[in-house]
């Protein structure tokens, strides 16, 4: 089952070049996870822009790039359908309102995710019924 990585990390001095060198390997592993989530993420903008004014879709596209970046650096998730409900509602909202300092409202994050969810679900076929589940 996918995690998320929460809590404090105490690293020694000693081995911080070995956790420098982990994490890098670790990005690269999830580079092209991070790729395809962001092609996902840019028909998703070509899509809202057919319905939606320019304000609307950069709002959306916003929270989404920031839940591709929750996704690649605090979840160990390699596929769309391994995201659970938890993740999208619970995780990314308290990470959300820690980390970035903007307008957006917890309403807000729940429309661009449920939209995200169902483009994905109707135009590209991608299924993850618990998390649309949780929208409704």
Known sequence: ????????LVIPGDKIDEYFKI???????REPFR?????LSDEFDDYLSLKYSERTVNKHSGIIFLFIEFLCRYTDVQKIE??????VNTHFKQWYKRKVWD?????????????FFQ?????KGIKNLKVLEAFN
């Open 35 to 39: 790729k395809y989530l962001k092609k």
């Open 103 to 115: 307008s957006a409202t917890p309403d807000d994050i729940r429309v661009a995710l449920k939209k």
């Open 119 to 123: 483009f994905l679900d109707q135009e």
């Open 82 to 87: 391994d995201i659970t409900r938890g993740m």
């Open 23 to 29: 994490m890098e390997q670790a990005e690269k592993e």
């Open 1 to 8: 089952m996918p995690k998320v990585f929460t809590g404090k």
